[in-house]
């Protein structure tokens, strides 16, 4: 433990990705006195706003989609506000970018140092910087971070502060392996787990804000046992998230927890119990939401 509260960033891509990879993580700092601070770098509203998608799809060239675009903004960022108060924070920061501003930019990267300047965070969260070989909107919002913390620690120009950051993690870092063939590249691996089972009741109310995204209800609890749950399994507790160090971690002796002693003397019984509890999908569905199978692919579909 650190000898005073610290101060999270988390450098989220979309809306969504403040809480989703890392929610239950950062409930915990915040429930021990940290502090969290997300900053959105784009609206989410072109690529994630499913509902307005679905009217684009319908209507084609005949919907102004600009008319609605402003109002999608605001929608989302409530969700996301919404979301994140329920985990215990409200530090919300849209750096204000449209979402199919896709690449690398100087721009983006003084934005996010911006931010880290002005936050000075102990800890930054970033998307991995080769997520689906790094050619995808999270691979970009990780290297800008990773450029924006350079940026901050250096000298600055005129009259910035600097502020260098000490410690630096990518959250899911293998969600998407295998997605395609240019992930194998990308040195992602997992070399940290956080224990979110006491706060993944919190996650799922969370997920069920994000309406615009259908995230909500059933979604949102399936999502707690594919993810968190096959998280959790890797790490032999219920639910987990998973981060990759970007800096090598000093110790003075290695670490180890009396979690991992206890594993000694420890009943299979209890050993397996403790992976196979199930808490999302036991959660209530938020009004007039139900389970469905009415949206299975029919067999025939599959035929070449």
């Known amino acids: 433990m650190p000898s005073r509260p610290i101060h999270i960033l988390l450098v989220a891509a979309h809306p969504a990705d403040s809480f989703d990879m890392a929610g239950g993580t950062l409930a915990h700092h915040v429930a021990q006195g940290d502090q969290v601070s997300v900053a959105i770098i784009t609206t989410g509203v072109r ?16 919907l102004d989609v600009e008319r609605y675009v402003a109002q999608a903004v605001e929608e989302k960022l409530e969700e996301v506000r919404s979301a994140c108060r329920i985990l215990g924070f409200d530090d919300v920061r849209d750096l204000g970018f449209e979402d199919d501003d896709i690449l690398v930019s100087q721009d ?8 880290i300047r002005a936050v000075k965070p102990d800890i930054m969260i970033a998307h991995h910087p080769f997520e689906s ?9 990780g290297q800008c971070a990773l450029y924006a913390w350079q940026l901050a620690q250096g000298s600055g120009r005129s009259h910035q502060e600097r502020h260098p950051i000490p410690c630096i993690y990518f959250m899911s870092p293998t969600a998407y392996i295998g997605n395609n063939s240019l992930e194998y590249a990308g040195a992602s691996r997992a070399d940290l787990y956080i224990d979110i089972t006491d706060v993944i009741d ?4 969370a997920l069920d ?24 399994n890797s790490a032999y507790v219920a639910y987990a998230e ?31 119990g403790r992976r196979s509890e199930i808490i999302g999908a036991l959660m209530p569905l938020p009004d007039s939401m ?7 692919v029919p067999k025939e579909n599959y035929t070449d």
Not at 202 to 205: A, D, E, G, I, T
Not at 290 to 296: F, I
């Open 133 to 141: 070989g790094g050619f995808k909107m999270h691979g970009t919002a």
């Open 47 to 62: 690529s994630h706003h499913w509902k307005l998608a679905e009217e684009k799809r319908k209507a084609g060239a005949a």
């Open 290 to 296: 139900t389970y469905t199978s009415q949206h299975r």
């Open 202 to 205: 919190k996650k799922v109310r």
């Open 209 to 232: 804000q994000i309406a615009s995204q259908y995230y909500g209800g059933p979604y949102a609890r399936k999502r707690a046992e594919t993810a968190d749950g096959s998280y959790g």
């Open 108 to 115: 983006k990267i003084e934005a996010i140092a911006d931010v």
């Open 242 to 272: 998973q981060f990759q160090r970007f800096f090598p971690q000093v110790r003075y002796t290695l670490p180890i927890t009396d979690a991992e002693l206890k594993r000694i003397d420890e009943p299979q019984a209890v050993h397996m």
